[in-house]
């Protein structure tokens, strides 16, 4: 396909498990970025990756969220120790660089009991 | 940090008023985006703006930077049903990440 393809596209997880998010971006996008939303708020930064560049993680809630980025291909952003804080879609977004549009994924919604 | 605040937070309006959201950064921008959501859906890229005093439009929408680089605003003209959504911006300062106002949600009354 020609867009973002986020997984799983719903996960429910019961408090104090990990939880692993999937994004595969664009093929050839050097930049990607995810994002979380909670129920009707706007976009907060999580992290955002760039070429081979140290990865900008300035947004990250705390130090049970991190994010990884493979080859400059997919990227996993995992929650440790879930909250039930955490509950709110996750998108993810690439784009071919620099000032470019970013072109989003359809989000995992991310539900913590 | 970089900051970009978005008023107003919701507007409600009968079809055919004109909408305008406004956007306003705490530094110079690079560049500027603007995206829509509709409910249930994920943000889609509207525009980019990029220079000082820029004006784009877009058949009913028109965008606008402000000289400074550090404002911007989308209006709406005449809106119809189908502009309901949340609306975005996302500013960029020079070499950094996209950072998005927290939107304007536009609910249209037919």
């Not at chain 1, 093929?27 to 760039?50: D, M, N, P, V």
């Not at chain 2, 990029?50 to 400074?68: I, P």
């Not at chain 2, 911007?72 to 189908?82: N, W």
Request: net charge positive.
């Amino acid at each position: 396909g020609a867009g973002v393809s986020q997984s799983p596209s719903n996960k429910v997880t019961e408090k104090g498990k990990d939880v692993e998010l999937r994004c595969d971006p664009i093929s050839g996008h050097t930049a990607l970025y995810w994002y979380r939303q909670s129920l009707g708020q706007g976009l907060e930064f999580l992290i955002y990756f760039q070429g081979n560049s140290a990865p900008d993680k300035s947004g990250l809630p705390s130090d049970r969220f991190s994010a990884e980025r493979t080859g400059g291909s997919v990227s996993t952003l995992t929650i440790q120790r879930t909250q039930q804080e955490d509950s709110a879609v996750y998108l993810c977004a690439s784009s071919s660089g620099w000032g470019s549009p970013l072109h989003f994924g359809n989000g995992t919604r991310l539900t913590v009991t | 940090g970089q900051q970009v605040m978005q008023i107003p937070q919701y507007q409600h309006v009968q079809e055919g008023e004109d909408f305008t959201t406004y956007c306003n950064s705490s530094t110079t921008l690079s560049n500027i985006q603007w995206y829509k959501q509709r409910p249930g859906g994920h943000p889609v890229f509207l525009i980019q703006l990029v220079k000082s005093g820029e004006v784009k439009k877009q058949k009913r929408l028109t965008f606008q930077f402000g000289e400074a680089k550090k404002n911007s605003s989308l209006h709406i003209t005449a809106t119809q049903t189908t502009d309901v959504g949340t609306y975005f911006c996302a500013g960029r300062e020079y070499g950094n990440k996209l950072v998005f106002g927290a939107g304007t949600i536009l609910r249209v009354k037919s």
